[in-house]
């Protein structure tokens, strides 16, 4: 099947409807747990005792059960710690 030029790939899922591919926003960007402790290098136990701490950032409710962090509050927060430790 030839296509033609302009024209957008199908996948086999949505047949006949082109795929669309969404930008990612980077404040829009969420980490879940595993995310942020690999981020930081740091255990699940260590980011709740961050949690509680005033200055870093609240997790977002996604469902009931599961949150997120906003990738951007997270890279604020490293930040403004490396600014302190110099």
Known sequence: MDQDEGSQRTTGRARGRPRVELARAPDLQLLRIEDVCRLLCI?????WRLRRRSGFPSPTAVTERVVAWRESEIQTWISTR???AD
């Open 43 to 47: 255990s699940k136990p260590t980011l």
């Open 82 to 84: 490396r600014r302190h």
